[in-house]
């Protein structure tokens, strides 16, 4: 089993920044990748970023340019780094681990938490 903590959502004026963090412990053999989904209202869950364990990266379109992921693999923490935020990027933000044991892949959710972004 994994558990994930997550911390760092709030309330963050548009053009603020915010700091996601995700810290995962248990029994853990291989992670691999981790990553930041988010899901607002109304709106289907979609991967915001992810990072392998090599330092491979995948981005939303979205925020290209203002959110950067990373890792720090000693510590089994993902870290997302939010810049220029817009109310669009509002949403309960996820942290997603793939556990690998073996030939076989678990992930693991963590229980959100909500940015927003407003005025």
């Known amino acids: 089993q994994v558990q994930l903590v997550e911390s760092g959502g709030g309330l963050v004026q548009p053009g603020g920044s915010l700091r996601l963090s995700c810290a995962a412990s248990?029994?853990?053999?291989?992670?691999?990748?981790m990553g930041w989904y988010r899901q607002a209202p109304g709106n289907e869950r979609e991967l915001v970023a992810r990072i392998f364990s090599g330092g491979g990266t995948n981005y939303l379109d979205s925020v290209k340019g203002r959110f950067t992921i990373s890792r720090d693999n000693a510590k089994n923490t993902v870290y997302l780094q939010m810049n220029s935020l817009k109310r669009e990027d509002t949403a309960v933000y996820y942290c997603?681990?793939?556990?690998?044991?073996?030939?076989?892949?678990?992930?693991?959710w963590g229980q959100g938490t909500q940015v927003t972004v407003s005025s």
């Open positions: 248990g029994s853990i053999f291989s992670i691999n990748p």
């Open positions: 997603m681990v793939r556990h690998l044991v073996g030939s076989v892949s678990y992930d693991y």
